[in-house]
């Protein structure tokens, strides 16, 4: 079997919650667990859904793996190349293979900067093209994003929200990457500039042969896009699997409630929606059980509440972290 593209192995990201000099010497110092022990593999050619609810970890764990947030513990392997223990010159030329697309596609985008400039400064930075081709290649970029040519000398504030976001996939797509983080890309435009831009990033992966990590909280296009996905709560990844069977048969408790919320249809509306109740737990130093033990309405008890579960194969390539498969 082919070694994977991306790696990810016990990742940990947690902040320090500072709460002045007095009050952290006389009680423990606090962390927010952002990503908290996270492990997964990316194939080559893949689209990797990560989906959950908004502060569940998901930006924090993308934004770590580029090292845009400096990790706490845990290994990130890019074709098998330890990205945290890269020296600032080699992360800086491998860079080039690792890019990322903005949620909000306005405040990503210099207000200062012309689109040439926005979409000429990675090819500088890493002396892509000769300085006579950054301008037809600009050109070229914006032409494979669906913007027109005259563009090219607008600021930001001239856009709308779907070209703005063309603006910045072409900055991402101007160094020649092999790995995009696509994090909440659709969820600052109109549901008709979605589909659009959905489909023009469908369109790049099969011209430029990306790889995506495409981080979302919205199900239906996640299922739509995504080879496998990732379902992640307070931290933590609870279920990881196929695209298809994850949407069709999910085994997670929170996995179940999530997909039970999905407004298509397609569905059987008679289906009951499975709805979330108790308190949801907290990040900042997290007591040990399942993080979802609060809002679980198929708990089994102490060993819920004590005991963090141990990831499980229930079947080929489909994991689930709970008590239940225990």
């Known amino acids: 079997m082919e070694n994977p593209l991306i790696e990810l192995r016990n990742l940990k990201t947690h902040f320090r919650i500072r709460r002045g000099m007095i009050h952290d010497l006389i009680e423990k110092k606090s962390f927010v667990h952002a990503v908290d022990d996270v492990s997964f593999e990316i194939r080559r050619g893949e689209t990797f859904g990560l989906v959950g609810e908004s502060g569940c970890g998901k930006t924090t764990l993308g934004r770590t793996m580029i090292r845009l947030v400096e990790p ?4 990130f392997f890019f074709e098998g190349m330890s990205v945290f223990d890269m020296a600032p ?19 990503s985008l210099n207000p200062r900067k012309t689109v040439h400039h926005i979409v000429a400064s990675p090819l500088r930075t890493h002396q892509i093209v000769d300085r006579t081709q950054v301008k037809e290649k600009v050109l070229d970029l914006l032409d494979k994003v669906g913007l027109q040519r005259e563009h090219v000398d607008r600021y930001p504030h001239q856009f709308s929200g779907g070209q703005r976001q063309r603006i910045g996939i072409a900055r991402a797509l101007a160094t020649s990457p092999r790995f995009i983080i696509a994090d909440e890309p659709l969820s600052a435009l109109d549901v008709s500039i979605q589909a659009q831009i ?8 099969e011209e430029f042969h990306l790889t995506y990590l495409f981080i979302s909280h919205d199900l239906n296009v996640v299922s739509y896009f995504s080879d496998r996905v990732a379902v992640m709560y307070l931290g933590q990844l609870v279920e990881l699997g196929k695209a298809d069977i994850i949407f069709k048969s999910p085994a997670h408790p929170y996995s179940k409630a999530l997909i039970s919320a999905i407004l298509n249809a397609r569905s059987d509306h008679s289906k009951k929606k499975i709805r979330l109740l108790g308190d949801i737990s907290t990040p900042i130093d997290p007591p040990p059980g399942c993080r979802f033990f609060k809002r679980c ?30």
Not at 72 to 75: F, H, I, L
Not at 89 to 107: G, H, M, N, S, W
């Open 297 to 326: 309405y198929s708990k089994k008890g102490n060993i819920c509440e004590d005991s963090n579960p141990m990831w499980v194969e229930i079947e080929p390539g489909h994991y689930v972290a709970c008590h239940h498969f225990s």
């Open 89 to 107: 010159e080699a992360l800086r030329t491998l860079r080039k293979e690792l890019q990322i697309i903005f949620q909000d596609p306005y405040a």
């Open 198 to 205: 959905l489909n023009l990033l469908e369109k790049l992966k």
């Open 72 to 75: 706490t513990a845990g290994e």
